[in-house]
Every structure is written in structure tokens, then in C-alpha cells.
């Protein structure tokens, strides 16, 4: 039971900025939230990137910096345990909008990331995909095509197709118990999952 609601597997979960609040991220939209400080066309958009390449590089070092420092809070070791309950155990998937690792941190095995992970660069030039250790900026190589100056975050900005669409939405099929924690519901296509879980029968929490 939760909330008065008797779960059913399969589940799918959706997690938002909120759920990381209590580990000391900011969330994007509420009063103080990260957008109120930056606008996002500075620093969400390709076309921003393109514009001010060390800006935007600039804006994520931080955001990577504090991520390092933050650790995971007992939502995410709660949800991590809940995911390897027995009784769920293959049937909860884990559909994340934060580009955080703290699910990971907290135990969780394989969550989807749909707007990518703040933790790990891309390279413009061969796709590459890999962990950062430090600061991205001109000098920053690619270990896979040994390009100079052509990683970006892997992060999905404004504007770009989130990841991971396909396996989302054969789960968002399947479910028969929608969760969503510490999101807004005001950023599309993820505002619309509980909507298509309903749609399909699920119940929504």
C-alpha cells in the first residue's frame, strides 16, 4: 500500500529535480529554483553552447563540482531498496529526469537516464561517451579520437530528443502502477508519462 493505493507490478517510477533537494541540488523551477538564477537559452540550448562555448562549460564544472560534494538522501536509498524488494525485484523501472548520479549512489542498479548524466562528457566529433574526472574545457581531449576541444557535457539541452524514449515507453505499457516524485510535470515528454500510464490502465501516484 502507499498512499492509500495498492501497488501492482510492473511499476514504472518517475523521479524529477525534488527528489534531490534534500541532498543540497537546486531544482529548476520553484522560487530560488535554478532557472530563477540563469536563463536556461545561456546555457540549455546548443545553440548557447555554440554561442559561449566556456560559459557553458563553466556553468556545468560547477554543477559538476557540487554533485561530487552531494551525497544520496533516504529517498534514493529507500527507492533502491524498494527496486531489489523481492517481491519488485526486475519489475520497477526507474525512469530519472536528473542528470545526477545520486540514484546510483544510493543503490540503484540501472536507472534510465533521459536527460543524460552531468558526470560524463560526449564528444562532438566521434560520439564517444565517457566518465569525467575533472573540468571539461578547450583543452579537454577525447581518449576515443584523441580530438581537442570537442566534448560537451552529456546532457540533453533544449531543444534535443531525451534518451532512452523507446525502453520508457514499452515500460509506461506495461505498468500497472505509475509513481512520480519531486517533479513539476511542466517539462514535455516526461510531464506527459502519467497521463500514458493511465491511459493504459495503470494506477497513478
Known amino acids: 500500500m502507499l498512499n492509500g493505493k495498492v501497488i501492482e507490478t510492473p511499476i514504472v517510477v518517475l523521479t524529477g529535480a525534488g527528489i534531490s533537494a534534500e541532498s543540497g541540488l537546486g531544482t529548476f523551477r520553484d522560487l530560488g529554483g535554478l532557472w530563477t538564477q540563469v536563463r536556461l537559452e545561456d ?3 546548443p545553440e548557447a553552447f555554440i554561442a559561449d562555448r566556456h560559459y557553458v562549460q563553466s556553468f556545468y ?4 563540482a557540487r ?3 552531494a551525497l544520496p538522501n533516504a529517498a534514493h536509498v529507500a527507492l533502491a531498496r524498494w527496486e531489489r ?3 519488485f525485484a526486475g519489475q520497477v523501472t526507474l525512469v530519472t529526469q536528473n542528470v545526477d548520479d545520486l540514484h546510483e549512489r544510493g543503490g540503484s542498479p540501472m536507472p534510465l537516464h533521459m536527460h543524460g548524466e552531468l558526470l560524463k562528457s560526449r564528444c562532438e566529433k566521434c560520439g564517444t561517451i565517457a566518465l569525467v ?3 571539461l574545457d578547450d583543452d579537454s581531449t577525447c581518449m576515443a579520437c584523441t580530438g581537442t ?5 552529456h546532457v540533453v539541452w533544449f531543444g534535443e530528443m531525451p534518451l532512452y524514449l523507446e525502453q520508457i515507453d514499452r515500460a509506461l505499457r506495461a505498468a500497472r502502477t505509475f509513481i512520480s516524485i519531486g517533479t513539476s510535470g511542466a517539462v514535455y515528454p516526461a510531464a506527459g508519462f502519467v497521463a500514458q500510464a493511465a491511459g493504459n490502465g495503470a494506477c497513478t501516484i
Do not use: E, F
Open 67 to 69: 554533485l561530487r560534494d
Open 43 to 45: 546555457v540549455a540550448t
Open 85 to 87: 524488494h523481492q517481491d
Open 149 to 153: 576541444g570537442c566534448l560537451r557535457p
Open 61 to 64: 564544472n560547477a554543477r559538476r
Open 133 to 135: 574526472s575533472g573540468d
